[in-house]
């Protein structure tokens, strides 16, 4: 069964850090993966993004400096760290895999985690 499942959502202080995990069964390797969020009346963003190999990354302007993607193939999973956060970073994550990293590529999606970042 393909599935996409995140954890380590939660809320922090403006500052803090979290560290989002995405595991993946059922396929992993040969897919670029991504991560996208959504803000309570706002459409979703394609915030960041790493090719199958892990060697190219891609990031939305707002979060470059800041938020770190990662992967390890061996373990079928994905990491998203994410430092001085702010309200601003306050979504829902969506955990993505798609053949490669245009953003209308991505075909496979988590069930999405909660991050919210308090002032």
């Known amino acids: 069964q393909v599935q996409l499942v995140e954890s380590g959502g939660g809320a922090v202080q403006t500052g803090g850090s979290l560290r989002l995990s995405c595991v993946a069964s059922g396929f992993f390797t040969s897919y670029a993966m991504a991560w996208f969020r959504q803000a309570p009346g706002k459409e979703r963003e394609y915030v960041v993004a790493i090719t199958w190999g892990g060697t190219d990354y891609w990031y939305v302007d707002a979060v470059k400096g800041r938020f770190t993607i990662s992967r390890d193939n061996g373990k079928n999973t994905m990491y998203l760290q994410m430092n001085n956060l702010t309200p601003e970073d306050t979504a829902v994550y969506y955990c993505?895999?798609?053949?490669?990293?245009?953003?209308?590529?991505?075909?496979?999606w988590g069930q999405g985690i909660q991050v919210t970042v308090s002032s």
């Open positions: 993505a895999a798609g053949p490669t990293v245009s953003e209308s590529s991505y075909n496979l």
